[in-house]
């Protein structure tokens, strides 16, 4: 078959969850058992050339499987269809799912309906980098302004920023392009560590953490507040007399607080000099950002993770609400949303430091802000993107982060393939991994038990 | 068994879909051809009373699954729990479902989960009602103000609206209750009406509609505008020369414009008088309805079907976006949720005119007018419910509409039970209905072809 007869001829899905709530990793003030999770799809095609566009969308358990069936009702939007034309315009895709007006009600453009497409979006784009031979962000930084354009959908921007105010920005970040690409290869892109400030952690760990991620040559870390405010006083001080006064120390409440709370909490906390305060309230609150904004600067104002779309995000840029914008690759939907958000984030002059962690969303998200330095906002100024070392084994090209920053990518694609011994073993609730895990421990729900067994490299009980 | 002892012992799902797109019921700028859908749920319990709870989610179609699937997942918050303690006490499952910190990452409180969450929310509500022989308006009507305050979840919400300006505005609601009641019960709810103004229905189906709806007592209808300006123009000036000039006719653009769009199609209408401009925008894009609202006075802005939460909500009030609050029975978290946006508009004093329509929306929203009516906002002035005279048929229960009025139901619960021959009929796709149609319709989809088979009472082919 020539290859420009080839078609997407179908939609795997996978639930696939790990057992991350056994160790408190990721435990935060809202989120104090996660079991990091993937709904994973893979677009096969017919094409001699045997790729496949991998895509999946987080969660943290349960509902993993609600997220699994999203994504496969919109496998008739993409089965069938040719895969050079998806490949050449992935805003087909794009413009195709959000555009169902029967799913639309479901939404619009947020929550699960709206991953779900996020998650088959950015396989295209997967399948599209892996075809070009590229990694996606120099597929990206490659391309023409006018086509990036074409692949942004402006509605409900316009007021914020329209197409041509689009196209100067993409044109300017074509200036001293080389250099910078250079620059990224040699130096990587910078990073943050939340690795040591999970609250589940007793205070020792906190500290050798902490300790390690500055020997690392970390110039940031992030330590999860909100719970108490008493523990959280202790462990700012351990953590700040650690690192010393030079490296940025965030702070992240994960949506735990009024706007009151947070106003009053992060003064009891400023002693500690915290760089920002993330999800201080509902991401939801736009007016309640902005009003914290107010009251605690110098602090900054963090959030973006759980923002469903770029609507919001242009609003609480509009609004003065953020001083850092934190997107996510798998929350939005999908590589064209994350575009719209990247330019109205360099319309209005505010830097790009992503939400990464969970499974595979390090992997994703430094293609984003590797394009957005080489070609979009140019610089890497005051950004930094997450790094947390959770779950990269599972990738087939796993981040590398060195001298605390990631390393430029050259595998080609979207760094999304997981391992397929992962895959299978790890796939709920039938892989070999919750098989083995059932008959180990008895009681209504394994994942509430907790477990010491060995286990080999993909966590099997030997 | 003695009755305290009883407990929820099941929860029953159904995926329902109704053919609507054949006949253009229901079509407007953004949602074409919507296939009226309910994804169902009955909570059995084992009391000897065999009383059920019954609630859902209002979709148009495609993705009924998937909200199906998003209440199965709910199911073991709620299946073995006492039936009297979850009906003294609603907000419990409300607490609880909203709380699960690992489905919370798939919204947080929006889309797909949280509707999910309102559907098993109102079941209980329903349940609480029917055991206590009242219609759920004239339990929340009864209820003590301090019991309602704690129903509500004042998270994110204290920055505009405390528990105790709660109290207040619950307990000022109390004074001249049993005089509203009496004319509550006497005259009934004012309602509006849609029904002549769909999109898909010619000039002359639109002047006789309308012309029935002033001669039936409806003081207010709706026109679907955004799809064409030239259309839009001869559309309003057909309706307005039928109506008069005295009737109110409100404008719904479904959220088809961008802010600068939305200035000047509704400036373009304006020599009709249009009462409110119905969502003109994103519902997630509170500053631009703020900006659209500046602009388009002294036509009044109304949003809030597709309104996720009481955050959104509680904005839209800070932010002076909206003269009128649209709050849907079924969008949010259910009855708790919706008691929190009811004491909102109340504080800011801004009138709820309730969306409805669909499956079953005017059945259940009736009930929170009701009670807002006779327990909170102490008036009618300005306030109408939707109607749209849409698949009511398929209720046990359902809305009576004299002289323009909603009458007030007796009917003990939330006037959710479905006819259970409705429920098997048009469960797809195996029920009757969609068994029969598939046979008699050759093609990839029945829904899409058109179908002039004479039908029975249930729609099932002759």
Chains 1, 2 share one sequence.
Request: with cysteine; glycine share 8%; proline share 6%.
């Amino acid at each position: 078959m020539s290859p420009d007869l080839a078609r997407i001829i179908a939609m795997d899905t996978f639930d696939v969850r790990f057992p991350t709530s056994r160790e408190l990793d990721g435990s935060d003030a809202m989120n104090p058992d996660p079991d990091y999770s993937a709904a994973y799809l893979v677009l096969r095609t017919d094409s001699p050339d045997e790729l496949a566009g991998h895509g999946f969308t987080f969660t943290i358990g349960r509902g993993n499987d609600v997220q699994v069936a999203a994504i496969e009702a919109l496998r008739s939007h993409v089965v069938g269809r040719s895969v050079d034309e998806l490949c050449a315009d992935p805003g087909l895709v794009s413009r195709s799912l959000v555009g169902d007006s029967q799913l639309r009600w479901l939404g619009p453009e947020k929550g699960v309906m709206h991953m779900a497409i996020g998650a088959v979006v950015n396989a295209v784009w997967d399948l599209a980098a892996k075809r070009q031979r590229k990694p996606l962000w120099k597929l990206l930084a490659d391309a023409d302004p006018e086509w990036l354009v074409s692949q942004v959908d402006f509605r409900y921007l316009t007021d914020a920023l329209t197409p041509a105010e689009a196209l100067d920005l993409l044109r300017r970040g074509k200036e001293g392009r080389e250099e910078r690409e250079d620059a990224l290869l040699r130096k990587g892109y910078p990073a943050y560590t939340t690795s040591p400030g999970w609250l589940g952690y007793s205070d020792e760990k906190l500290a050798r953490l902490a300790r390690e991620a500055v020997a690392a040559g970390f110039a940031q870390i992030k330590l999860k507040v909100g719970a108490d405010l008493d523990d959280d006083i202790r462990r700012c001080r351990v953590a700040r007399s650690v690192v010393g006064p030079h490296v940025r120390m965030a702070i992240d409440a994960n949506q735990r607080w009024n706007v009151d709370d947070a106003v009053a909490w992060v003064g009891a906390l400023a002693e500690f000099d915290p760089y920002w305060i993330e999800e201080p309230t509902s991401p939801d609150d736009i007016l309640g950002h902005a009003a914290i904004r107010d009251a605690v600067a110098p602090v900054k104002v963090a959030t973006g993770e759980h923002v469903q779309n770029r609507i919001v995000f242009k609003q609480l840029l509009q609004a003065g609400a953020i001083d850092v914008l934190q997107l996510d690759a798998a929350r939005v939907g999908g590589v064209n949303e994350n575009l719209g958000i990247l330019l109205l984030a360099a319309k209005f002059g505010v830097p790009v430091c992503p939400h990464a962690g969970g499974v595979g969303l390090c992997e994703l998200v430094q293609h984003l802000s590797m394009f957005d330095y080489v070609a979009l906002s140019r610089t890497t100024q005051d950004r930094v993107i997450e790094y947390v070392d959770h779950l990269h084994e599972h990738f087939t090209a796993p981040v590398v982060i060195r001298d605390g920053h990631y390393v430029a990518p050259t595998v080609p694609g979207f760094s999304a393939d997981m391992e397929r011994a992962s895959l299978t073993a790890y796939t709920y609730p039938d892989g070999a991994f919750w098989v083995a895990d059932r008959a180990a421990v008895p009681g209504p729900s394994a994942a509430e038990g907790s477990d010491d067994t060995p286990r080999d490299s993909l966590g099997v009980r030997a």
